[in-house]
């Protein structure tokens, strides 16, 4: 073997473990995707709730979201905490993505009211952010996430059309897409540690 591929088997190998270690930050997010898709899916809908009991002030949504934040925020190192190592480039941009995501709901819903403006104009925004977030997700991690972007779209549309249950059926969604999103992620990761239990050397 000469010096060029030499070169070219490390940069393949070298892609390969990338790969693998990506793919296993991702799936490391399926139980939490889970618990965070009931959680956020149910403040949804009490945030519909609120609405139809006449809130238009923003304690009421700050003192049903603050606790919700906080679980969803305190359950990820327990969720991961069999983890170890430096995060990955991939685990870094989830990071990244999903913070950004709820920082830009929470200024946009304080300008929505700040401004004036009917809670109609928050609801299917929130659902466009997310359709940018799982887009940002995809150009990362794979293109299936794609189509979860575009399912956000069309509820935003949906939102837009039924706004007196815009936060209902942007709950439902919610919790529909992350539930199994992250069952697929969970059942791949126990795929894997399942096929490094059985490729490990057995000690007598």
């Known amino acids: 073997m000469n010096r060029d591929e030499a070169?070219?088997?490390?940069e393949l190998l070298r892609s390969v473990v990338r790969r693998a270690r990506d793919d296993t930050a991702v799936q490391n997010w399926?139980?939490?995707w889970m618990l965070h898709g009931?959680?956020?899916g149910c403040g949804f809908v009490a945030t519909d709730w609120l609405l139809w009991r006449g809130h238009a002030t923003p304690m009421p949504f700050v003192l049903l979201w603050a606790p919700i934040l906080a679980f969803n925020l305190a359950t990820v190192p327990l969720l991961k905490r069999r983890r170890s190592g430096v995060p990955s480039f991939v685990e870094k941009q989830?990071?990244?993505?999903w913070t950004s995501f709820v920082v830009a709901v929470v200024v946009m819903a304080y300008l929505n009211y700040f401004m004036g403006l009917e809670t109609l104009f928050v609801g299917p925004a929130i659902a466009v952010l997310a359709a940018v977030a799982f887009s940002s997700l995809a150009s990362i991690v794979g293109p299936v996430w794609y189509g979860a972007a575009a399912v956000f779209v069309a509820v935003a549309v949906l939102m837009s059309l039924l706004p007196n249950v815009q936060f209902v059926i942007l709950g439902v969604v919610w919790a529909a897409t992350k539930v199994s999103a992250g069952f697929v992620l969970e059942r791949a990761k126990r795929r894997r540690l399942a096929r490094t239990e059985a490729a490990a050397p057995e000690v007598v």
Do not use: D, P, Q, V
């Not at 070169?7 to 490390?10: K, T």
């Open 30 to 32: 399926g139980r939490i």
């Open 38 to 40: 009931i959680s956020n």
């Open 7 to 10: 070169i070219e088997a490390l």
């Open 94 to 97: 989830i990071w990244t993505i």
